[in-house]
């Protein structure tokens, strides 16, 4: 029986072994990749178990010589599905890891890009493997830092593709894993030399690599504007990455817009609501309907609510400085009111009607604020006028007293 | 400072000139070179080994080389008249000082403890200028000039003061007060101008009483004045020698050195001008001492005479100077270098001296000097350099003898003539009064004949100064504060171990420990008379009982170190010294010399390095440590190579590069000798139990089993060399948390370390238990300074956790500056790391720390804290974590304002943490900011909880700038000022005094930055014209920009250090 079996996995293992071999000999990108993932791939169960019963250790090892010069490599690429499949991620992590070396050494002596798909595919795993370890070296009260060594091993990968040639092709998707690695560490900052080989290279035209790659490198650097402040440039990756999205990929979307609403809404653009409903956006819900209505009071409560989910996405700060904005909504109200009763002195208005509208509000602002904010208001060309200290009244420019934001100049 | 010194330089210059006529001196002084000569050539012959070691033994003396040729008879003769030759050790002058031990301890003991530590200074006449010097030194620190009397007879009946040696005692006010400030770097520059005006008025009161004596056999204005001068022109270098733990200085000493001397001209200017400067305390522009000399160099041609006025001006800062007196200077400062420079190198001398007057020196000496002799000097100088250090330990007294054996007889030749060409010189300038031109002369001559190979000599000899100035220094240092009754005594004592020290401390933190508990003690305790009688008889019973001047070194050595100690615990007054103990006669040091005579050089040779090996290891500039392996390449030794040495002085940092690899180098080559060990004496044996847990047992670390095999480990680590490196964080991380346990263990464990790293993958991190590693301190001292840890921690060093928490309490009362609290958190907090304590103790040193940080305004230490305490808190160790979290998002607002650490700071705050007051307040403060609300946030700024206005201060200019400019542009037509200043937090709205005052505040304030500030007619109110000012704000320069980045290194702030 044992010997059946063990018969039985070598063969099977005789069987995966011959198929890797026929996948590089004929150089099938595709087929390779198949056989070498390792997360959700077919084969790894298929291979674990067959080491599982295999006691004849040396017959793997002979066996797996066929493969040379990959020998090593499938031998650690085994070991790891097998430790993988036990769920010993460590030691899964660091085979695979030898494994990709051994492979990328490979790669890199191979003409063509026909292996890319395979590359990728052990790229993929590395990182989820990576992030599987880390979570059980974090169970064992240890400091994890399988996803950093993945890092910077994709800095590796990313090296050996990022020049000329056929090979470039596949460096964005590297890239995109490397954001991955990169946003999960918190260490965005390793993004920009990644970000600056990508841009910078001529040689290249972006809309070369494929639309996956370019919708999550978009994706990523909008992100990345996003902390930076940068709204234009991030509504402007953002929209690229949207647009360029797969319509049927609702999730996909849903990621995108999450970044996109808050930058459009500091530019001056509204989401209908329809959207938020379809894209289960609706913590943007309210702070819409406070920039709609000027109501200050919304906007604090619904950053309130969602404050943990702000942060975490990163959003909060973003929306924090819509503030201004439904302060300008404010004024553009207690000015069209103004305008219906008096059309001539409506383009003066009181601090007194602005406190009063304030202390509906229940926002507890006293006149040196209100009067702050106006000056602010007015500083960065949310609104056009003066103040005058004086008689405490905003004057506002009689034509395009409130310019569209996103024509705004951008003083911070 | 500067009337005082003016006055004592007068009064110097008369004596000297009364002095002149009477001196007989001045026939034999011509006869002289002739002489030298004579001498010289003796000193080419190898000479034999003296007859009478022995009796050098007994000097102990780095001068035991003294014995060689040049005792001739005649030549002792003048030397003793001339009193600015070496003394022979053997047949004393006859001014020899009388035996310490009579007036040791009650009116000279300051002079008779110099003696002992440097005991061959006994036979010498300098030795008494050594001593002058001291008292001298004292006075200059305000100090009454009674302890001038006690030495000065001594310094009279002996008198022949060497200039070589009163240089040393120089270099040394410097010295003391950088260790003193401490190893950061940027403290050493103001130390050094500290240390200058003292030296200055002290060298000159000691001058002046020694003339006034007529005893005083022949000591001229000049030689005197030249010991100032030579003071004051060494000074630099030596100070510098200690600026950047010891490397680079001593590459700076070592070229300025040179070159001063090959032109007189440019070095007399910019020794000056160094020296100029820091009594002028203009900290600036001394803080880069080795650009002056720099710049120095590169004119070295410059014309004599205006180097000479400079120095001249330099010297008597703010007092009129007289004509002789710049002339005298500048003969002195030509001798000084002389001095200098003959005391180990022969030619070069020779032919300065043969300028001018001199002529038949430069004839003679140079056919009799051929190329030769500078190897041959070359050789001796290894063996004479390191006496210095070891002069009165029993340890070294094989090193000295054996030396006195070896090549150095060649430098003892050379010293001697040096010093009668010197005082020659002198003579001869008296007469002519030629100085003016003499310098140029001599400049020339030295230009033209000295070869290159001369700068090789110099390096060599350079450090052997250095050394001796640092020991003397050194000397100086502990008397500083001392009261002047007491100096002599306590000065003499701790002169005596300060001066042992080198020989045994590897480290000088650790003699800056002692150092330090020693101003503080002597602040505290050392007030005149504050020694008990009972304490003089019992030295001076000690000191009875001594056969020899060694035992005498030795004893004096323990006494003074018990003295210290006593100090130190205050039991100086409580303790019955009359019942206590006589010292054990420590065994006599001279038969163990006698032994190890017969040692092959090559042993001793080792032992030295062995010995020298503890300076080099850290931060001790390691002045001796010349191989004979290595005289192959001597240029580049000392890291100035002749290239370097005539022209390319400007970069500095390169050949401190060079340096650190020669250093390098022949550390490695000299490991194998530290393994042959050196033999401890019972001496110091029972001298470090004395020292034990006084000095936070750092001092006595030297010469243990424990030590060498430390030390051991430590070179092999050298030895292993890249393999090691490359190996494991674990060696690393094994340094760093072991050490408690015996050091055997220690070493066992990181050779495991090494092991595993040579053969594979480091695995032994894992492998190691840290726990049973961790250091637990032994120290009980609760002040201790910090330095970084280089090696492993030693549990000596190592303060255990009681004695923290006192440190700490220590710290937090005391009222010193904050310069002084930090450097204690450090170390308390590096003591805390090393013992890997981590509680709510390491919490509130962190905590105080951060939060004297802040006060301070010392952003990056806070920084510090601030992310150490982020990890306590999140290991559940209680502390104001609400206080903390408030002053994290502040300065992330504040400091780099990056929105990714921003957003995870908020993240990190816990519900209940988010109702904390403080952080409220700084949520508050972040939301103002991003908005830009001014109102806000000045409001918020008056009602900051803790510290977090001194966080708020960082961002108030910025934003009273930004809503400034916010007004401008959107108010129009004006903005009463009142309003502004209400709305910028000038004023607090109370309506009181303060409020005016914050008016004219924010008037002067908002026209610094450009606007425009108006009497509104109609309301008679001042207003700012916004629409003016829009266009014309800017944001004024900082006033306190430093041009290095950071105000907290600027040197004003260690200024008020001390």
Redesign the interface.
Known sequence: MAYGNNTDGSRRLGDYISRVVDAISSQDGVALAELLAVSGGSYCDFVASALDITKDASRVVRQVEKVAPLGDMMLQHMRCMHCFFHRHYVDAFNALEKSANAFLQEFRNWESAWAMQALHTIVYDLRTVAELADKEITENGKMPDKLKGAGSFLMKVFGALAGKGPKRVGALYVTCQLFKVYFKLGTVHLCRSVIRSIETARVFDFEEFPTRDRVTYMYYTGRLEVFNDNFVLADQKLVYALSHCNPAKASNIRMVLKYLIPVKLSLGTLPKYSLLQRYNLLEYKEVVQALRMGDIRLLRHALQTHEDQFLRSGVYLVLEKLELQVCRRLMKKIYILQKQKDPGRAHQVKMDSVLKALRWLNIDMDIDEVECIMAILIHRNFIKGYFSHKSKVVVLSKQDAFPVLSARPLTS | MGNEYDKRRSAAAAAAHSAVPSSYQRPYLYGQPQQQQQQLAEQQVPPPPPSNMAAAQHQQHWYGYHQHPAQQTQEGGQVNQLGTMPPLPIMPPPQTPLPPTTSSWSGGGAHETTDSSYSGYYSHPHHQQGQDYESGYFRGDGQPANNMTPSLPLAQSNTAPTNGFQNYGHGYGGYALGDHHGYESASYPMSNDHSYPQQGSESYSQNTTTYADPNAPYPTADIYQNANSGDTTTYPSSANYYNSGGYQSYQTSAYSMPTNTWNDGSYGSHNYTGYAVPNATTGPAYAAPSSIPGTGFAAPNVNTSTGYSNAATGLDVGTGTNAEASLQYQQDTQQQWADYYASFQTTPQGSTDSSGTLQAAPDLLNPSVPPLTYAKVVAAEPPQQPPPPGTVQPTWLQTPVSFAALPSFQACGTIGIHWNDTSSQNTRHEEYNQATFAPVQQQEQQQTTQPQQQSVVFQKGQPALNLKQQQQSRINTVHIPTNPSIVPKVGGLSATKESQKPAYVSVPVKQLGPKLSTDVVADAVLQPGSFPPSLRTYVERVLMQCKDEAQKAACQAIMKEMVMTAAEDGSLFSKDWDSEPLLPLPGTPSATTKKELSQQQANTTKTEYNLNKRLKTRWEPVTVHESHGNQGRPNSFYGVSKDDVQGNFKDTSLQTRRIRKGLKRVHRGSVQGVIGGTSTSSESEEEEEQNEGVYLGSLSVAETPEERKRRENRSRRFDRGKDVNRGSKGFGRGRITNGSIASTRRGAVLQMALNSADSQNGRAVEDIDWDSLTVRGTCQEVEKRYLRLTSAPDPHMVRPEEILRKALAMVQTTTKNYLYRCEQLKSIRQDLTVQRIRNELTVQVYETHARMALEAGDLPEYNQCQSQLQGLYAEGIKGCCSEFASYGLLYIVFQHGN??D???A??RLTREGKKDKAVKHALAVR?AV???????FFRLYRTAPNLSPYLMDLHVEKMRFEAV???A????????VS?MA??LGFTDMSGGDGDLQGLEECEDWLRGHGSHVQIESGTNELVMDAKMSATSLFMPEPEDAVPHGDANLALNDFFGRS
């Open positions: 929105s990714r921003l957003l995870s908020m993240a939301s991003a908005v830009g609300n001014y109102t806000a400019k916010c007004m542009r959107s108010y129009r037509p004006t903005v009463p309003f209400r709305t």
